[in-house]
């Protein structure tokens, strides 16, 4: 192939690249391009958003889903607004002695599911997640929705043993990439929809989020990746929330936990969505066809801002978050 196949030839490359001065200046000439079609993107936006809020929903009617980490939080959540339109589910926690999933399941009957199985697995173990998507398919016949939302989040320090924060890559990172592994043969047939649980924070890369936010953005690069593969047969809808009012950021859970131990819930000195909003919300624009959803979704404005410039998030986010954690660490 002959240079003049290029936009950018190499002569070219070699001459702005390879001097610190142009090679910077380059980059702010982009920065400043990008402010000045800024104006268009934003319609671009705008347009897409008003077109979407038009569009059918996916009649969920008899359709299957499949949650992990259903026994609360937003997991159990959106499996009542499935329930609600009329999906049969296939439910999936952890066993634990005082295991709330018999009952959760109980409650999406009432809330009009069809027919709900409920599954006891370990989403870190690669022989119970083939298992639980096996008797998924048996059951209902097919697979329409994958839902991998079970994670855990102990808040990650220097000064912990390090070997303690080997299960969050365990059940953040493998415990979606397994079930979905094992799901997408049935998902390729029925043009079904794969939803992650990302986290804001797979974005936002706050102080003390260590390994927990990694894990997030561990996912957010698969599923990217994957969607090259699988789309549009399978849609992928990537979740990325921020603080919400489960227990995750609870004080309660932090001492349950490997990680740092909080003496104050993070909501009490956080703004924090309401999880039932939040699953309302998620559910409603994967019917929707959405392929990443964020909620709240002001925080879409933080991570354009981490990625326009890294150096000022930084900046903010080291201060913020920081003596927000400094208020919960030390109580009061
Ligand atoms: C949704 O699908 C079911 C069959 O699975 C059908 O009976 C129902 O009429 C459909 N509803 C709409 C609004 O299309
Ligand atoms: C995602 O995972 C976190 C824990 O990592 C959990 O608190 C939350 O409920 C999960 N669900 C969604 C949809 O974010
Ligand atoms: C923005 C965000 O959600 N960050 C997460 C990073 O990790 C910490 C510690 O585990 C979480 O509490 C945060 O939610």
């Not at 920065?31 to 268009?40: A, E, G, Q, T």
């Not at 952890?94 to 009952?103: A, F, G, N, T, V």
């Not at 599911?113 to 096996?134: G, H, Q, T, W, Y």
């Amino acid at each position: 192939m002959c240079n003049g196949d290029f936009i950018v030839s190499q002569a070219m490359y070699e001459t702005f690249f390879n001097n610190n001065f142009t090679n910077a200046l380059v980059y702010y000439v982009f920065l400043l391009l990008l402010l000045l079609i800024s104006p268009l993107l934003f319609l671009c936006e705008l347009i897409i958003t008003v077109r979407s809020s038009f569009q059918g929903d996916e009649n969920m009617s008899k359709k299957v889903v499949l949650i992990t980490g259903a026994s609360s939080g937003i997991g159990e959540l959106m499996a009542y607004e499935y329930a609600k339109r009329g999906a049969c589910l296939a439910i999936i926690a952890i066993k634990e002695p005082e295991s709330r999933l018999e009952q959760v399941a109980n409650t999406a009957r009432e809330h009009g599911s069809p027919d709900v199985l409920f599954l006891f697995a370990d989403v870190s173990k690669i022989n119970e997640c083939r298992m639980f998507v096996e008797e998924t398919v048996k059951h209902f016949g097919q697979l329409d929705h994958l839902v991998c939302n079970a994670g855990i989040g102990p808040i990650y320090s220097i000064d912990i043993d390090v070997s303690k924060f080997e299960p969050v890559m365990d059940i953040n990172f493998w415990g979606s990439i397994y079930p979905t592994h094992f799901a997408i043969p049935h998902l390729v047939k029925s043009n079904g929809k794969i939803i992650v649980n990302a986290s804001g924070s797979g974005v936002l890369n706050i102080p003390k989020g260590g390994v927990y936010n990694a894990s997030k953005a561990a996912l957010i690069s698969f599923y990217e990746s994957l969607r090259h593969e699988v789309s549009p047969t399978v849609t992928i809808a990537i979740v990325t929330l921020g603080f919400i009012r489960t227990n995750i950021i609870t004080a309660k859970y932090s001492t349950s936990t490997a990680g740092v131990h909080l003496r104050r819930d993070l909501g009490d000195v956080y703004p924090t969505m309401s999880p039932d909003a939040c699953a309302k919300a998620i559910v409603a624009g994967v019917c929707k066809g959405a392929t990443s959803i964020t909620q709240p979704r002001f925080i879409k404005a933080l991570f354009l801002i981490k990625y326009l410039f890294p150096e000022s998030h930084h900046i903010y986010s080291n201060i913020y978050f920081a003596s927000m954690f400094d208020k919960v660490q030390k109580g009061g």
